[in-house]
């Protein structure tokens, strides 16, 4: 397994170095009314992929922490149902 994994990450080096190397052409990049001159492409491509995982994961954040809040919610709700269960047991059945 650990075979598999080095070479798997060799492969991807690999794969990014020639990225790398087929796209270093210089290119400008304006945002925000601030210019960036003579950037090397790959460079604007990582920049934007890393931006872009960035806000994945700051969105799947705040989505784990409203899906932890209701897990809370209903946790609590359990416990109070169990606790009336429990007391509805205790009560004497009587006929009528």
Same mark, same amino acid.
């Given at each position: 397994?650990? %075979?598999?994994?080095?070479?798997?990450?060799? %492969? &991807?080096l690999?794969?990014?170095?020639? =990225? &790398?190397?087929y796209n270093? @052409?210089?290119? $400008?990049?304006?945002?925000? $009314?601030?210019?960036?001159?003579?950037?090397?492409? #790959?460079?604007?491509?990582?920049? $934007?992929? =890393? &931006?872009g995982?960035?806000i994945? #994961? =700051?969105?799947? =954040?705040?989505?784990?922490? $409203? &899906?932890?809040?209701?897990?809370?919610?209903?946790?609590?709700?359990?416990?109070?149902?169990?606790?009336? %269960?429990?007391?509805?047991? @205790?009560?004497? %059945?009587?006929?009528?």
């Amino acid at each position: 397994m650990k %075979i598999i994994r080095i070479v798997l990450i060799v %492969i &991807i080096l690999a794969l990014l170095g020639l =990225f &790398i190397l087929y796209n270093n @052409q210089f290119v $400008s990049v304006t945002y925000l $009314s601030v210019k960036f001159e003579n950037m090397p492409l #790959w460079l604007v491509v990582f920049i $934007s992929v =890393f &931006i872009g995982i960035f806000i994945g #994961w =700051f969105f799947m =954040f705040v989505d784990e922490l $409203s &899906i932890k809040k209701e897990v809370k919610n209903k946790n609590r709700e359990i416990k109070a149902l169990k606790e009336e %269960i429990a007391k509805l047991r @205790q009560l004497t %059945i009587t006929k009528e």
